[in-house]
């Protein structure tokens, strides 16, 4: 697969790309908060403050999870607040067939397999006695050799199964963050053989995600540090698809007292509830500014007079806890 940065859906001319590409990916499950906005004004001002260019990816392939009217709430959150993007803003849910056809590449060299196993078979797997005794949900390889191709796996099941990458045993995959550095993913012992095409056909968020980087011409990825240990799957499938990877620059995550990421549970944390409080964009880009390290107080800001403050090395290393209302009302 060849890095294509002139996609037919959009995107950026070859001769308007003149710095690093980046780009924003909301997913279209809710609205965005003080978290997403946060991560977002850093990627944002990574790529422009380098003279940069920021695209705008709307991850709608969440099933059921998606909100259609959160698209444009996601759209006006985002101008709110002060950032921008060039070109038109790109779904993923039409990409569906450029995404099939990368599946069937990976098929076609061997890369990946059907596999027919349940949730729970993999959960009941893990703990069998002589099961693995890696943590979490790791996918013990039940399916792997056990099919031909799909034909086979349906007509001797009757279930259609999903794709799964075959991980090479004992893969641990090397790469430098921008921010934490050196990083190691021991992959096979995560994950193991990992899933890129569910059963219904639609791309899995790690084969979707590289496709859409590599054909938009990404050169920098920005975003939360919780998805540090994804970006091992995704480099293996940029190999497998010949395709190159770009930087990496994962960042704490806002977090509620208890130490987990922004919910519900945390109380309202939506940029369009500041909004209709009337609390000024302004007021939450210099929040999260001071957050991100960035400037010494909360003073009242905007994204583009951030440009010159911009230093990833700045960035507090904890995840930041927000405690109450930040902005003293209620």
Known sequence: MERNPVPEEGGLSGEEVKGP?????PSP??????????????AWLSVRSRGGACLLRIEDLDGPRVKREAVAETLEDLSWLGLDWDGEPML??????????????????????????????????????????????????????????????????????????????????????????????????????????KRDGQPAYQLAVVVDDADFGIDE??????????????????????????????????????????????????LSWFRRRGVPAAEVCGFLAWTLGLRPTREPTTPDRLLADFRPEAIPRESYVLEGDPFGKG
Not at 21 to 25: E, F, I, K, M, Q
Not at 29 to 42: I, M, S, V
Not at 145 to 150: E, I, V
Not at 169 to 184: A, C, L, N, Q, Y
């Open 21 to 25: 590409v980046g780009r924003l990916a």
């Open 29 to 42: 499950t809710g609205a965005l908060h003080l978290g997403n906005a946060r991560t977002f004004l850093a």
């Open 92 to 197: 993923q849910s039409p990409r569906i067939p450029r995404y099939e056809t990368a599946r069937m590449h990976l098929e076609a060299k061997g890369w990946i397999y059907p596999c027919v196993c349940t949730r729970s078979e993999i959960a009941a797997a893990q703990s069998a006695p002589q099961g693995p005794k890696d943590h979490g949900m790791r996918y013990p390889g039940t399916c792997r050799g056990r099919f031909a191709d799909a034909a086979q796996a349906r007509a001797e099941t009757g279930k259609d199964p999903a794709w799964r990458f075959r991980v090479p045993e004992g893969t641990v995959v090397p790469f430098r963050d921008r921010f934490h550095g050196e990083i190691e993913v021991p992959v096979d012992a995560e994950v193991g053989d990992f899933v890129v095409a």
């Open 221 to 270: 990825v920005c975003r939360g540090d919780d998805l540090l240990s994804s970006t091992g799957r995704q480099l293996l499938l940029y190999e497998a698809l010949g395709a190159r990877p770009p930087d990496f620059l994962h960042l704490p995550l806002v977090v509620g007292p208890d130490g987990r990421r922004l919910a519900k549970r945390h109380g309202d944390t939506r």
